[in-house]
C-alpha cells in the first residue's frame, strides 16, 4: 500500500503491507501530519476511502494544513473529536464519574459507529497522546489499543497511529503491538534551518532499507531522500577516457581521465583547481555530452564572470543546459538532499542523457555546510561510489589552508580519490607564480613532473613544460639550478 511520498516507499520496499496497524511517532513539528494526510489522499487518488480521526486538532486546522500544500481533502472523512468550546460550561463539568470512565468510553464508540458507516480502507488516528490521557493507567491503555487493532483488522483496514511521544518515557508496549513503527525526527542545529529524518524502526514481514533518511516538508508535502547504497545501483557504467582539451594537460594524465573515476584537485584558494575542472566541463559539452557542477563557494555570476574573463566562456553551455551550475545554500542543506541532487543531475531523463562530469567546488563548501552532521566522508564515499557505477567522472575541489609552505587539508580525501592533482604556488625571480602535478592515479600511467601552470586572459589553463631548473617548487620556496646543475643567484 504505497504511503503517496515517492523516497518513503522506496525506503519501505515499496509501501506498507495492507490490513495493518502502523504506528507513526515523532515530536511535534516532525511531520505526522503531512505525512497522514498524503496517506490518505493517496488513497483517495486509488478509490479507497480515507478517514481522519483528529482528538486534538480541529477540522479547520486541518484545512489550513491542507491548503498550505495546494491540497484538496475532498474524499477524506475528518472525524473531529477534539474538545469543544462547550466543555468550558460549569454545567458539562463531570462531579460524580473520573472523566477517563465517560471519555474514553464515547470517544471508542463514535469512532467505531464512524468506521462501520463510512468503511474506510485507510484510517489514521490523530492523536494517542490524547487516548493515553484518558486511559490513565497504562493496562487499560494497551488493552483499549489491542481491542482497536483487532476491530481495524477484521474490518480490512489500514490504520495510521499518530504518536507525539508526549510520555515522559518511551512507550515500547505500543511499539510491541503495532505492524511496523516509523519514527519521525526533527533536529535543530546551531545554525541554519532545521533537520528532518525518518527511520523505519520496526516493519514486519517485509525488506526494508534500515538507517536514516533525510526528509524536508515543501510545499506539496513530504519529500524523503533514501539512504544512498551505492551496490545497489552497480550498472557497469561505461569506460572511456576523458580529455580536457588541452594537449598539455591531457600528457600529464597519461592521456585523460577513465569514465568512472573520481579526481581530487588539491591546493591554496587561488590556484586554479576550479578553472581546472571547468576546462574538463567545457570540453566534455563540445563532445555533446553534459555536466553538473554543484557550487558551495561562489556565485554563478561570479563563475561567468571569471570564465569569461579567462577566455573559456561557458555562458552558451549554462543558458543551453549542457552545463548546469547549482549554487548550494549552506545553511539550508542536509546530506541526503544533497545526494538526492546528484543522483537526479546525472540521471537519464526524458531521453535526455545525465551529466557525465559532476564538480563538487568546494569539499570544503561541503563539510562546513553540515558541520553537526556525523560520517560525512562515509557519505561521500558511498556517492563516489554511485557515481563510478554510473561512469560519471567526478571532480572534488579541496582548498588547503595557507598559501606558501606547508599545508593542511581540512580532511583527507586522497584514499577517496582515483586520482590527485596538486596545485601550488611558489616563488621565482620575485614573482608568484602556479604549480600543477599529478601526484596519484589509480587507472594507468601518468606524467610525473612539475609543470608551471599559468590562468591566461584570453587563452584560458595554459600548462607549461616540466620545471627541471627549479629544486623545492612544492615547498613554496625553490632553489633555481642552472645548466651545470649549480644553484645560480637569482
Same mark, same amino acid.
Given at each position: 500500500?504505497?504511503? =503517496?511520498?515517492?523516497?518513503?516507499? @522506496? ?47 480541529? &477540522? ?6 491542507? *491548503? ?20 468550558? $460550561? ?15 468510553? $464515547?470517544? #471508542? ?12 480502507? *485507510? ?6 497522546? $490524547? ?17 482497536? &487493532? ?18 515522559? /518515557? ?25 533537520? +528532518?529524518?525518518?527511520?523505519? #524502526?520496526?516493519?514486519?514481514? %517485509? ?29 557497469? =557504467? ?34 586554479? &583547481? ?15 555530452? %553534459?555536466?553538473? !557542477? ?42 541526503? $538532499?544533497?545526494?538526492? +541532487? /546528484? ?5 537519464? %531523463? @526524458? =531521453? ?37 557505477? *554510473? ?20 580532511? @583527507? ?6 586520482? /590527485? ?11 608568484? %607564480? ?5 601526484? &596519484? ?6 606524467? *610525473? ?12 589553463? /595554459? !600548462? ?10 612544492? #615547498? ?9 646543475? =649549480?644553484?645560480? @643567484?637569482?
Amino acid at each position: 500500500m504505497a504511503t =503517496g511520498v515517492a523516497g518513503l516507499d @522506496d525506503v519501505l520496499g515499496g509501501g506498507f503491507t495492507a490490513d495493518r496497524v502502523y504506528l507513526i511517532e515523532g515530536n511535534p513539528g516532525a511531520g505526522k501530519t503531512t505525512l497522514a494526510l498524503q496517506y490518505l489522499m493517496e488513497g483517495a487518488k486509488l478509490g479507497e476511502p480515507g478517514l481522519y480521526v483528529t482528538l486534538s486538532e480541529t &477540522k479547520v486546522e486541518l484545512a489550513a494544513v491542507a *491548503r498550505s500544500h495546494g491540497w484538496s481533502l475532498e474524499g477524506i472523512i475528518l472525524l473531529e473529536l477534539a474538545a469543544s468550546e462547550a466543555d468550558l $460550561e460549569p454545567d458539562n463539568q463531570y462531579s460524580m464519574f473520573q472523566p477517563s470512565e465517560v471519555e474514553l468510553a $464515547e470517544t #471508542t464508540r463514535v469512532i467505531l459507529a464512524e468506521v462501520d458507516r463510512s468503511k474506510p480502507k *485507510r484510517v489514521v488516528i490523530d492523536s494517542l497522546s $490524547e487516548m493515553r490521557l484518558l486511559a490513565q493507567s497504562p493496562l487499560r491503555y494497551r488493552r483499549q489499543i489491542l481491542a482497536l &487493532k483487532q476491530f481495524f483488522i477484521g474490518r480490512s483496514c489500514t490504520v495510521f497511529l499518530l504518536d507525539d511521544k508526549s510520555s515522559e /518515557v518511551e512507550d515500547l508496549r505500543l511499539q510491541s503491538i503495532a505492524h511496523g513503527v516509523l519514527s519521525l525526527e526533527q533536529l535543530s542545529p546551531e545554525y541554519g534551518a532545521e533537520r +528532518r529524518r525518518v527511520r523505519v #524502526t520496526k516493519l514486519r514481514g %517485509r525488506k526494508y532499507r534500515g538507517g536514516y533518511h533525510d526528509f524536508v516538508i515543501e510545499p506539496g508535502g513530504l519529500a524523503v531522500f533514501p539512504r544512498l547504497v551505492a551496490n545497489e545501483h552497480d550498472e557497469g =557504467g561505461e569506460r572511456g577516457l576523458l580529455q580536457s582539451g588541452n594537449a598539455e594537460v591531457d600528457l600529464m594524465m597519461g592521456g585523460g581521465l577513465q569514465y568512472g573515476t573520481s579526481a581530487v584537485l588539491l591546493g591554496p584558494a587561488g590556484s586554479g &583547481k576550479s578553472t581546472f575542472a571547468l576546462q574538463y566541463a567545457r570540453a566534455a559539452t563540445a563532445r555533446g555530452e %553534459r555536466a553538473a !557542477v554543484f557550487s558551495f563557494d561562489e556565485r554563478l555570476q561570479t563563475i561567468l564572470e571569471r570564465t569569461e574573463g579567462l577566455g573559456m566562456d561557458i555562458g552558451e553551455e549554462v543558458a543551453s543546459g549542457r552545463i548546469r551550475i547549482q549554487q548550494v545554500d549552506t545553511a539550508e542543506l542536509s546530506p541526503g $538532499e544533497f545526494a538526492h +541532487r /546528484v543522483r537526479e543531475s546525472v540521471a537519464d %531523463r @526524458d =531521453g535526455v542523457a545525465g551529466a557525465r562530469i559532476v564538480v563538487i567546488d568546494s569539499l570544503n563548501g561541503y563539510l562546513n555546510a553540515m558541520p553537526e552532521e556525523r560520517f560525512l566522508i562515509s557519505q561521500l564515499h558511498e556517492l563516489l561510489t554511485y557515481l563510478g557505477h *554510473r561512469g560519471v567522472v567526478t571532480f572534488l575541489v579541496v582548498a588547503q589552508h595557507g598559501l606558501f609552505g606547508t599545508m593542511n587539508s581540512p580532511v @583527507d580525501t586522497t584514499y577517496l580519490a582515483d586520482t /590527485v592533482v596538486l596545485f601550488r604556488y611558489f616563488e621565482a625571480r620575485g614573482e608568484v %607564480r602556479q604549480a600543477i602535478s599529478v601526484v &596519484k592515479k589509480r587507472s594507468g600511467r601518468h606524467e *610525473r613532473t612539475i609543470r608551471e601552470l599559468t590562468l591566461d586572459t584570453g587563452d584560458g589553463l /595554459v !600548462v607549461g613544460p616540466p620545471l627541471r631548473d627549479f629544486q623545492g617548487v612544492l #615547498t613554496g620556496t625553490p632553489f633555481f639550478f642552472g645548466p651545470d646543475g =649549480g644553484p645560480q @643567484d637569482g
